[in-house]
């Protein structure tokens, strides 16, 4: 008996043209909303990731600023005494410049800061107790269209500036004493208020409140 071998089958494995436009429009219904969901979890991841530093840097300025607030006044030592006791010198500059009244905190460089806060420094290491003021300023620093608040302390012989707002929108920033600040009267309550804003996240209104402890 003789065998005969088998001829390969013509039917080879592979896609039509049709098979291959199908499996590419399947593909495309598939990955269009997947895309999406991942376009918006990164939106959405920004825009949490923006909030968490807004809201980052509006406790950190609270904290400084109602620090800076609670020892502000210097006293007049020269002035009669009164029933209160001693009295008063303003103690609150606005709009100042780093050298206003006499109190140096910074260089010509320094902005012109929105709000100045004198306080007493005593120094009892000698046989006589000797005053002399500590300064503390917040400025801005302009960054694009937005700007970074500066805080700079000027203590005892050293300085120290840090940021502690971004995105700061420099026209909405404001200085609410109940009254008027630069007075001898030395206000109670300094409140200062500002928005942020970013690409990724909503306008921010942040308040920084602070309590003077002197009186």
Same mark, same amino acid.
């Given at each position: 008996?003789?065998?005969?071998? !088998?001829?390969?089958?013509?039917?080879?494995?592979?896609?039509?043209?049709?098979?291959?436009?199908?499996? @590419?429009?399947?593909?495309?219904?598939?990955?269009?909303?997947?895309? =999406? &969901?991942?376009?918006?979890? &990164? !939106?959405?991841?920004?825009?949490?990731?923006?909030?968490?530093?807004? *809201?980052?840097?509006?406790? @950190?300025?609270?904290?400084?600023?109602?620090?800076?607030?609670?020892?502000?006044?210097? !006293?007049?030592?020269?002035?009669?005494?009164?029933?209160?006791?001693?009295?008063?010198?303003? *103690?609150?500059?606005?709009?100042?410049?780093?050298?206003?009244? $006499?109190? +140096?905190?910074?260089?010509?460089?320094?902005?012109?800061?929105?709000?100045?806060?004198?306080?007493?420094?005593?120094?009892?290491?000698? /046989?006589?107790?000797?005053?002399? +003021?500590?300064?503390?300023?917040?400025?801005? +620093?302009?960054?694009?269209?937005? *700007?970074?608040?500066? !805080? @700079?302390?000027?203590?005892?012989?050293?300085?120290?500036? @840090?940021?502690?707002?971004?995105?700061?929108?420099?026209?909405?920033?404001? +200085?609410?004493?109940? $009254?008027?600040?630069?007075? /001898?009267?030395?206000?109670?309550?300094?409140?200062?208020?500002?928005?942020?804003?970013?690409? =990724?996240?909503?306008?921010?209104?942040?308040?920084? =409140?602070?309590?003077?402890?002197?009186?």
């Amino acid at each position: 008996m003789r065998l005969t071998p !088998r001829r390969g089958g013509d039917d080879e494995a592979g896609f039509t043209l049709v098979e291959l436009l199908m499996a @590419i429009v399947i593909l495309g219904v598939i990955t269009a909303p997947l895309a =999406n &969901l991942i376009i918006a979890g &990164l !939106r959405q991841s920004a825009s949490a990731s923006a909030r968490l530093q807004l *809201s980052h840097d509006s406790q @950190i300025s609270a904290t400084y600023f109602g620090q800076d607030v609670a020892t502000v006044g210097i !006293r007049d030592y020269a002035a009669a005494h009164g029933l209160t006791g001693v009295a008063f010198k303003p *103690s609150i500059q606005l709009d100042a410049a780093f050298d206003a009244g $006499g109190h +140096v905190c910074g260089t010509v460089a320094t902005p012109t800061a929105k709000i100045r806060l004198l306080s007493e420094r005593w120094d009892n290491s000698a /046989a006589a107790p000797a005053s002399s +003021v500590d300064v503390v300023a917040y400025y801005l +620093v302009p960054m694009g269209p937005v *700007s970074e608040l500066h !805080r @700079i302390k000027c203590a005892g012989g050293a300085v120290a500036d @840090i940021v502690v707002a971004h995105y700061v929108d420099p026209a909405t920033l404001t +200085v609410d004493c109940g $009254g008027a600040c630069d007075t /001898a009267a030395v206000p109670q309550r300094v409140t200062l208020t500002f928005t942020v804003t970013t690409p =990724n996240a909503d306008p921010y209104e942040i308040s920084l =409140n602070g309590q003077r402890r002197q009186t």
